[in-house]
Nanobody, 123 residues
Framework: QVQLVESGGGLVQAGGSLRLSCAAS????????MGWFRQAPGKEREFVAA???????YYADSVKGRFTVSRDNAKNTVYLQMNSLKPEDTAVYYC?????????????????WGQGTQVTVSS
């Protein structure tokens, strides 16, 4: 497994932007597929976005056109740029990693998880 630490969460007004970062350690980062999930209060954890080692991108329909996932292998970091934020984006955001993810949107498929960072969007 790879160790993951998220940062960049906070409180923002609707329409604003935040960039989350996830620093990875313990394994060769460039060999890992990376992604983001989120969990709102009282709701199940859900897929947000992912980026494979190859650079292939995946997004949940709810964030397409607003969120961008990217990675910097030299810095062992994956990012989630979040624009045009809405109150319904309020959640704890988790960074995930896997050597070779099959089911990108499944919480059970990813073998490494960060502790999460809170994002709160006020209306």
């Amino acid at each position: 497994q790879v160790q993951l630490v998220e940062s960049g969460g906070g409180l923002v007004q609707a329409g604003g932007s935040l960039r989350l970062s996830c620093a990875a350690s313990g394994r060769t980062f460039s060999n890992y597929d990376m992604g983001w999930f989120r969990q709102a209060p009282g709701k199940e954890r859900e897929f947000v976005a992912a980026i494979r080692r190859s650079g292939t991108l995946y997004y949940a329909d709810s964030v397409k056109g607003r969120f961008t996932v990217s990675r910097d292998n030299a810095k062992n970091t994956v990012y989630l740029q979040m624009n045009s934020l809405k109150p319904e984006d309020t959640a704890v955001y988790y960074c995930v990693g896997d050597r070779s993810i099959v089911a990108v949107t499944s919480t059970r498929a990813w073998d490494s998880w960060g502790q999460g960072t809170q994002v709160t969007v006020s209306s």
